[in-house]
């Protein structure tokens, strides 16, 4: 039975007690007794549908599911929020996943608990499950072969046959094992990305993670092979590139609040975490962004004084766009939806102004003191 985790650890790397062949060896026997011996065990751990707590589902990515693995991916946005369940087939099933920590009952559970995402793919799940005449749990003789063959064959339509193949965007930092970063690239970078930056550097060593919310991110990622526990891992194995990067990051995010990210905490999201290319490579094409460095420099009143109050808003929502913000206005959602850098992740009641750096909150401050001295009103956009 899982064991519920001490809320609000503070962000460290640390190892899980349970070896991963403990858990196979588990999955190994339940496939033995309902003689499903060609369920490949290995391919049950981790999400059927990685992205259904921050991001919306659509119907045709999910009209290739099996109706069991619709059922089993509606209760997995259950399980992440801590739900126990009454069935003993999804009970057993979720049990055996790595992430999962069973806490709430059936009836002490709150829908509420679920975000806007997780609620309408919640919706589309059960529509979808119903399309196909429903699936029943609990049968005589049921078994997890083919959510395992789903899980198998969506890592190989992803992957195709190249399953070493590594998506650069599936680092903060894709190059911090072999390039010094900078304080100026890494001040554009959240409370919460600057944890999971310096931990993304653990995580290519094979650490495994005790918090939940850093076990979820890494597991997500095809490169992770989490093998090494807390207590065996030694920062020996890191090179002199990554023991200054972790000092650099730990040193800005401990500068930003004393302990650092609080991990693990109620309504924790992934949505907010970026992909950063190297400084060096990077150059913003010529109109993309008002500033396109406003993330990591103050800007001046000399900059924003020539600016007109439409660009001034722009200017300012920039700002928001970059970190992801949804926007209500439809001027605004066509506006950066022409914006290559541009994806909305989070909507206005999701978004919180946390995210934001020194830079940020400055500039956009400036830009909103220029923008109503010049209308009183600001700039009214449709």
Known sequence: MCVTEERGIRCRAE????????????????????????????????????DSSWEYLTYEEISYMPVQAVCYAKNEIYARNGRTFESAELQNYFDQQYWYVGIYSPSEFSEETLNVYETANVALLSQRESDLGGYVL???????????????????????????YVDPDSYI?????????????????????LCYARNEIYARHGRLFQSQ??????????????????????????????????????????????????????????????????????????GDYIFWDSNIRYLTDSDVAGLTLQQLNYAKNEIYARRGYIFTSQELRDYFGNKDWYHGTMT???????????????????????????????????
């Open 15 to 50: 190892g899980v007690w349970a070896l991963r062949a403990v858990i196979f060896t588990a999955v190994f026997f339940i496939a033995v007794l309902t003689g499903t011996a060609s369920a490949r065990a290995e391919t049950a751990y981790g999400y059927i549908l990685p």
């Open 138 to 164: 609990d049968s005589e003789y049921y078994d997890y072969s083919v959510v395992y063959q789903y899980l198998t064959d969506s890592y190989n339509y992803n992957y195709g046959s190249d399953t070493y």
């Open 173 to 193: 930092f894709y190059d911090s094992d072999r390039r010094y970063l900078s304080s100026g690239e890494i001040v554009q970078l959240s409370l919460q990305e």
């Open 213 to 286: 919310e850093l076990a979820g991110y890494f597991e997500q990622k095809n490169w992770y092979w989490g093998s090494v526990p807390a207590e065996q891992f030694s920062e020996n194995v890191l090179n002199e590139y990554e023991a200054a990067n972790v000092a650099l990051l730990q040193q800005e995010e401990y500068a930003r609040q004393s302990g650092g990210y609080i991990l693990d905490q109620y309504g924790y999201s992934y949505s907010g975490i970026g992909s950063y290319a190297s400084a060096s490579t990077y150059t913003p094409a010529a």
């Open 348 to 382: 206005p009641d999701q978004f919180s102004t946390s995210i934001f750096n020194e830079y940020e909150l400055a500039n956009i401050s400036l830009l909103q003191q220029y923008e109503y001295a010049m209308n009183p009103n600001g700039y009214q956009a449709y």
